[in-house]
């Protein structure tokens, strides 16, 4: 899976955002938040929460308030990670959860994210790097946003 989001954060809610939720079963998901109140973005792929199945980085929280942001989240074998405008963050290699085929889910956009979704766009499968990066570019052109 791969998953593209362009937002802006006008501000961070005290009792944590998240921005695009798969919940599936108690405790099985796919859950983007961007950015917690602990100025961290966190993504969880499967049971939560622990090394096999969440990824975080703390991030300075100034260089997102109000600045648009393409945020990439990516699913790739036992390789769980995420990029902001086009450069990696964090990547768990170590990441051997797994959603069921044929799993029924809740999908939910914004739960408590205060900002502005701009573009969603989601792959079944994981892209090549050379692949994100281009989609990167393209979002970056379209929506003005400098890109690494």
Known sequence: MTLFLVATIDSIDPSGSSLVNWFIAPNLRILTHFIWPDN???FDFGYCCDLTSRINVSVNINDYI???????????????????????????????????????SSFVIGGGFKGKLAEFIMYNRSLSNDEMKDIEKYL???WGIAVQ
């Open 66 to 104: 109000k600045n648009t942001k393409i945020i990439t989240y990516f699913k790739n074998g036992n390789s769980l990670g995420f990029r902001s405008n086009g450069v990696q963050l964090v990547n768990n290699n170590s990441a051997t959860s797994r959603i069921p085929a044929g799993s029924s």
């Open 140 to 142: 970056g052109k379209k």
């Open 40 to 42: 961290n973005i966190y």
